[in-house]
């Protein structure tokens, strides 16, 4: 059987972040789709849209400013999978902050994960009628260790970012509070990317892909402790300390389950909700029609796949493994 | 035979073809033109003709050395070489250096070795030549050393059968026996005489010695103080070949009082 | 090396703005060459332009940013300052270092050990930890920039001093010198080309550890500017913000060839002639009652 | 090497003769003293960190990190395969970053008009961060070996480029005056004199190189990797698990220690005529071989 | 007075007080004794006088100088200077090198004053004295000239400024005029002599001029070729102070040719 290559550019390297590469790996399910995953973690300062466009990447993982970027820059990409529906962008703060909500950090240091979580401080700022000069921000890193001292030693009232920036703080044992505001957290989801030159050319390949991972993503609603020894044995520095593995996965699980009916299902209403504060703050230019860069057409074959065969593989593996 | 200003005899009639170095009012400054090292130096130096040049200090001796070598650029004048405008360094001739600038990292055969590492790999007979010229000059036992573990005299002497190693047939030396003792001086004097006239070697030799410089000498070119100029060249009418014993000669040491009386009235 | 053309003044002067001439057409026909392949190559569709925009883009990204919105100068002002301030304390820690260490035996053997320690740490994986002592701000900026360009300052400092000449070396114990003489006098002078050398390249090294440690956190300065853009993929400012790094490193080193060609004037000749002129003069200055007169220092006779 | 001894005739006088037999008994050993102070140092840390006076999520303890290494190489064992791709990146970027460095010097050293107009370009490549053209190579040569390998090149060919050009461009100026005389080319030039007189420089800056091409591979895979210690450094960080981190900085930093240290050794070899002890032996091994090659 | 073995003469009978440099058997080795520089020297100096030391290249008349020097420490036997072991460089021992060793970023009067330097703040005095010295080497021009602008010989005469700005009461010098001509080094033989009777130095000059050593000297230590030993020491009877005259007179003459003699023999 021919095995396709498909590159897929994303942050991190095999983590228990992204379960569902290494449960999918492990039961098989990208070789039955005759699909090979080259992950090519990266961090850069070129835009992965630009990978994609010079088919170095075939599939790129972009969070949602990075998406409408990319669209308003005139990129020609489509999302065809919304990867994390849950990982909301957000305010945190340490749990025995006094601060409660957004309006109380008027003329405190605020903390930015990175420089493009400005947008969602000033988007969060906005409820509350401020704007971002009303608070002095400060880029605090994405660094584990910076982000955890900026926490703990408080040096900042609160931190933009998104939920996944502070999962290790909390598997950590350090609690936290989110002051989100409530029509700020239903953000557009972390979602994968493809060209729009190259749809037909990847259509095949692309759809194998996205139902291995739908299907394994799936695995953790029935069977959580396997996919704790699955990303055990692909990825054990992170389970050097059990109890921060599970508390990691655990956190991740709820993040990469879609929360849409169908796996990955793609949420325009939610695309277009968000455009007008965007446009308010600046971090976007107009707004955009989400149909010119959604692309649902993968949808369904990525989901064409039956939650019983899933359950039964999951148990020959456990039989296998244990 | 061109005229030479300055009274600088021409030396015997020769051929025009037989000059090997001819030198027309040749002049260097330094700095911009604000040290004159050498002014309108004309001379001719025949074929296999033995040449010793003398001159009080900082006269311009190593600086008519180092033109002649094409190293430095002349300022004026016209200097030619086997009829060739010098124009940078060329083939036929070596140079004998004032400091004996030894490479550190070499053995002292591997330094003589080294000008014939330059033209080409060296052969067993360039090899044994040059442990051969080491023995000469009286280095036997140290072969195998490396310059900073010899004394200043034997680095001089690595010189010097570094020079002679190269096999030129024009030879410059500035003052190559300086730091050596009249012993080992003379015996060395002696060999250059007899190696320069085997290979038939055109030779310019700077040394402070006057009787040396008359020794080994066909003529003697006496130079005068800052501004440097060719003030005479002395003819040495001595026949060849020359032992030693010629120093004792009254013809000889009035050659001497002559060559220091010009030094002295300069 | 000594050999300088020398020809009539005149000569000389109309030769230096002839060579002058011709570098630097062919310095700006290179150039031109360079640039009109990039475009080329881009027009031709070879490169995609979120990876590399086409140097008209660049052009106008500058234009836009140094003309127009001009908020690149407080950003290039800062990584600027923070480079300048890291390689000062780096120099001065290298520098410090290098001279004990070679002034005392003991404390080179035990101490260089724990500098090549810090040198072979990356750097890079030392920025979080730096962040955490010094700080969100400049301190910690300064910090990794210091950090990272002592290193290659304290080896060439250290090469360079101990590398003095054995003749003069027994020259200056003769004279009853002691260490910090010596130290001053011979192995200072001595080792000022290769302790240049490693400062130019100190010079550079901070800016990246500034640059780097931006990239890894910062609020404001270069860095963050080009990540800035580049997230909102303006890939022309990004890269013209990326150019102006360059800029500065340009900047930067050639200051540090400045001062390489002024200090080590013993090695370049025309720079000899007009020092010995000027010492002439202070010596005179100094030295009222005294006749000297000197051959070098009369350049302007002709 | 250099900067590590002082000169030969300096050596002959033993002027520290009289220092006192009390810091070389054996007790003072220098091994011993190295260990003492280095147990000190480690001492320090642990209480500091036991004490809370350090955040261990900052700098963990050095119990902490022991223990970590020892699962990481012992009992878990995942280092070695990215402490291989690492070693072996940072060994072929240094090769090359140190023949591209040494090389465009020979170039630029020979030949002034190169030299002139080559230069700017140099330094403005040497200028800009690689942190930000890194993706850019990456772009050119894709996410496999060969953008890493050049990525670790062009962080670590700076430092021999520039002490090479400066080796060069101060050689001793009567020796060079002896070679223009034999006519000698510029690459002999080059070769005899130039290469040997610079070594003790260049050697500097190939040990400057190999310290940066650790970080440039750090580098490299922090910008795009699956394997290496890059990565294993930031599955770490990511998960904040800093005593695994650390064991994986302090075996990077030790292999950076052995590797300097190695480069030292080797360059004191090299440069045998700055150390009279040395000297001999390789006078008496030429000899040998002279003898051995071409008789008496 | 000690007696000294191998026929080494110690010089006239002088109160032990007044030997300055004394040395018994002092030996030399290099290169963990493969090469004896040295062997077996005993001498003894007395205060203010002038000794030459000559010999063949080679024999050790550097590593002597060095030795007394302090700069490198002998094998044997026991050397003292002022009645004290000799363990290091120490104060009143001026020494003028072989080679030149000028400072490259110096200019020549620069050079000149580092020993000054050396011991406290130049005053207007020193600096005066420095360009004095300048002078009287006849580098009047050149006294703002960097090393490298001068000829060899200017090289040399700038390091004997240097030396003689020391003011140290023992002088060594190493073939001071080795690149000189008759007449500069004939000057500078006569100041030498002037300075060094104004301050009552005592000397050890080392050359390979026999003429010029029994000129200067109240002694001539003669030395043999490898490995170096003391050979004889040569009383020279002249009077002081000598005109160059004296080197046209019989006697000198004979002197020469004796001492030439026990070079020759050994
Ligand atoms: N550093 C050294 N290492 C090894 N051998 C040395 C060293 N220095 C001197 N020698 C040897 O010691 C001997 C005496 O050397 P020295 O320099 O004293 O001679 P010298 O009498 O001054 O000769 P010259 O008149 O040629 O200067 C020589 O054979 C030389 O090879
Ligand atoms: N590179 C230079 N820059 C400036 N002046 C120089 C340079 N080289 C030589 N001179 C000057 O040129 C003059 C002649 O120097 P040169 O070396 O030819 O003398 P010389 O006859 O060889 O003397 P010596 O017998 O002392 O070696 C001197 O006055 C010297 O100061
Ligand atoms: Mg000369
Ligand atoms: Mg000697």
């Not at chain 1, 402790?225 to 991740?252: C, H, I, T, Y």
């Not at chain 4, 840390?45 to 955040?55: F, K, L, M």
């Not at chain 4, 040494?102 to 690689?130: D, F, Q, S």
Request: net charge negative; aromatic share 8%; with cysteine.
């Amino acid at each position: 059987q021919d095995v396709t290559t498909v590159n897929v550019i994303m942050p991190l390297p095999r983590s228990a972040h992204f379960y569902p590469l290494i449960v999918g790996e492990a039961l098989g399910y990208f070789e039955d789709e005759g699909v090979e995953v080259n992950l090519l973690p990266s961090s850069t300062t070129i835009p992965y849209v630009a990978f994609v466009q010079n088919q170095q990447a075939d599939l790129a993982m972009l969070d949602p400013s990075e998406t409408f970027a990319a669209v308003s820059a005139g990129a020609d990409v489509k999302v065809v999978y919304e990867v994390m529906q849950n990982a909301p962008e957000g305010i945190a703060v340490s749990a025995d902050s006094p601060v409660a909500n957004v309006s109380e950090l008027k003329g405190t240091t605020v903390g930015l994960v990175s420089d493009r979580d400005r947008n969602t401080l000033g988007i969060a700022l906005g409820t509350a009628d401020l704007t971002i000069d009303d608070v002095t921000t400060v880029v605090v890193g994405e660094a584990g260790p910076t982000l955890a001292n900026a926490f703990k030693t408080q040096s900042v009232s609160a931190i933009a970012g998104a939920v996944p920036d502070w999962l290790a703080l909390q598997a950590n044992g350090m609690q936290i509070k989110m002051i989100t505001p409530e029509e700020v957290s239903q953000t557009p989801a972390n979602s994968f990317v493809i060209s729009a030159s190259r749809i037909d050319e990847l259509r095949e390949p692309i759809q194998g892909f996205l139902r291995a991972w739908s299907k394994a993503m799936h695995v953790a609603e029935i069977d959580p402790d396997a996919v704790a020894e699955m990303s055990k044995a692909a990825v054990p520095e992170e389970w050097e300390n059990e109890e921060f593995g599970r508390q990691f996965l655990d956190a991740s699980i709820p993040m990469n389950v879609s929360s849409t009916e169908r796996a990955g299902d793609l949420q325009p209403e939610i695309w277009s909700a968000i455009q007008p504060r965007m446009v308010a703050v600046g971090a976007l230019q107009a707004e955009v029609d989400p149909a010119t860069f959604l692309d649902n057409s993968f949808i369904e074959f990525a989901n064409d796949w039956d939650a019983e065969t899933v359950k039964a593989d999951v148990k020959a593996w456990k039989d296998a493994n244990q | 035979m061109t005229a030479l200003p300055r009274k600088v005899e021409a030396g015997t009639a020769t051929d025009v073809a037989d000059i090997v170095i001819a030198g027309g009012g040749v002049g260097k400054t330094f700095g911009g033109g604000a040290v004159v090292a050498l002014e309108d130096a004309s001379f001719n130096i025949p074929k296999g003709s033995f040449v010793s040049l003398v001159g009080p200090s900082g006269c311009g001796k190593s600086t008519l050395l180092r033109l002649i070598a094409g190293l430095i650029e002349r300022s004026s004048g016209s200097l030619t070489v086997h009829g060739r405008e010098v124009s940078g360094p060329h083939a036929d001739v070596g140079m004998m250096f004032q400091r004996a600038t030894l490479l550190d990292w070499r053995t002292a055969v591997e330094n003589v070795l080294l000008p014939t590492e330059i033209h080409r790999k060296p052969t067993a007979e360039d090899r044994s030549r040059a442990v051969e010229l080491l023995k000469m000059v009286g280095l036997k036992d140290f072969v195998f050393s490396f310059p900073s573990q010899l004394s200043g005299g034997m680095q001089q002497r690595v010189a010097l059968a570094r020079l002679l190693q190269t096999g030129a047939d024009i030879l410059l030396l500035d003052e190559p026996f300086g730091a050596l003792d009249e012993f080992t001086r003379e015996r060395l004097n002696l060999e250059l005489m007899r190696i320069v006239a085997e290979v038939g070697a055109t030779t310019l030799f700077v040394t402070h010695n006057i009787g040396e410089a008359i020794f080994l000498a066909d003529k003697v070119m006496v130079m005068t103080p800052r501004p440097g100029r060719l003030a005479r060249m002395v003819d040495v009418p001595f026949a060849r070949p020359r032992r030693p014993e010629l120093q004792q000669t009254p013809e000889f040491n009035a050659l001497v009082a002559e060559v220091r009386d010009i030094l002295g009235t300069h | 090396m000594s050999t300088v053309q020398q020809t009539g003044a005149t000569d000389q002067a109309t030769f230096r703005l002839f060579s002058i001439a011709t570098t630097l057409l062919l310095h700006l026909s290179i150039f031109a060459a360079l640039i009109a392949m990039w475009e080329g190559v881009i027009a031709a569709g070879l490169v995609n332009e979120f990876l590399l925009p086409r140097p008209s883009r660049i052009a106008a990204a500058i234009g836009k940013l140094y003309l127009f919105d001009r908020t690149i100068y407080w950003h290039f002002a800062i990584t600027m300052y923070e480079a300048v301030a890291g390689f000062a304390i780096g120099a001065a820690v290298g520098i410090a270092l290098a001279v004990s260490s070679a002034l005392n035996d003991t404390f080179r053997r035990y101490v260089a050990p724990y500098a090549i320690v810090l040198n072979v740490t990356p750097g890079l994986a030392l920025t979080p930890i730096v962040i955490a002592w010094f700080g969100f701000g400049w301190g910690s900026k300064i910090a990794l920039a210091a950090i990272i360009s002592f290193f290659p300052i304290f080896v060439n400092t250290l090469a360079g001093l101990t590398q003095s000449d054995a003749d003069r070396l027994e020259m200056f114990r003769s004279l009853g010198a002691s260490r910090f003489q010596i130290f001053w006098k011979l192995r200072i002078p001595d080792a000022l080309p290769v302790a240049l050398a490693g400062l130019k390249i100190g010079m550079t090294t901070a800016l990246i550890g500034a640059v780097v440690a931006e990239f890894a956190q910062a609020t404001e300065g270069v860095g963050v500017l080009m990540q800035r853009y580049s997230f909102s993929l303006d890939m022309a400012a990004a890269i013209a913000t990326l150019l102006s790094m360059s800029l500065m490193g340009l900047i930067l080193f050639s200051i540090m060839e400045l001062v390489d060609d002024r200090v080590v004037f013993w090695r370049r000749d025309a720079r000899m002639a007009v020092i010995s002129r000027k010492r002439a003069a202070a010596f005179a200055r100094e030295n009222p009652g005294l006749q000297t007169n000197n051959k070098h220092n009369a350049g302007g006779r002709q | 090497m250099v900067v590590l001894t002082s000169s030969t005739r300096e050596q002959d006088h033993g002027t520290r003769r009289g220092a006192g037999s009390f810091f070389h008994a054996a007790a003072f050993h220098p091994i011993v003293r190295h260990f003492a102070i280095f147990a000190v140092l480690i001492g320090a840390w642990e209480i500091g960190a036991r004490t809370g006076t350090i955040d261990p999520l900052v700098l963990p303890a050095p119990s902490a990190i022991a223990e970590a290494m020892w699962r990481l190489f012992v009992t878990q064992r995942n280092i070695w395969w990215h402490l291989l791709v690492t070693i072996g990146e940072v060994l072929a970027g240094f090769t090359a970053g140190s023949i591209l460095g040494i090389g465009l010097a020979i170039v630029v050293g020979l030949n002034p008009m190169v030299r002139k107009l080559l230069k700017p370009y140099v330094i403005v490549l040497e200028a800009t961060p690689r942190i930000a053209i890194g993706p850019l190579i990456i772009a050119a040569l894709g996410f496999g070996w060969s953008s890493k390998i050049t990525i670790v090149m062009l962080v670590c060919f700076f430092a021999p480029f520039i002490n090479t050009l400066s080796g060069m461009l101060s050689v001793n100026e009567g020796a060079y005056e002896l070679f223009r005389s034999l006519r000698a080319n510029k690459w002999q030039i080059f070769t005899k004199l130039m290469l040997l007189d610079a070594m003790p420089v260049i050697m500097a800056g190939l040990r400057l190189a190999m310290a940066s091409a650790l970080s440039g591979a750090l580098v490299a895979e922090f910008i795009s990797a699956s394997e290496g210690m890059g990565v294993l450094l930031k599955r770490y960080t990511a998960s904040l698990n800093m005593a695994s981190a650390f064991g994986c900085l302090l075996t990077l930093t030790a292999l950076g220690f052995a590797i300097y240290r190695t480069m030292e050794a080797v360059g004191n070899r090299i440069v045998f005529w700055r150390h009279a002890p040395q000297m001999d032996a390789v006078s008496r091994r030429r000899q040998a071989q002279w003898q051995r090659n071409w008789g008496a």
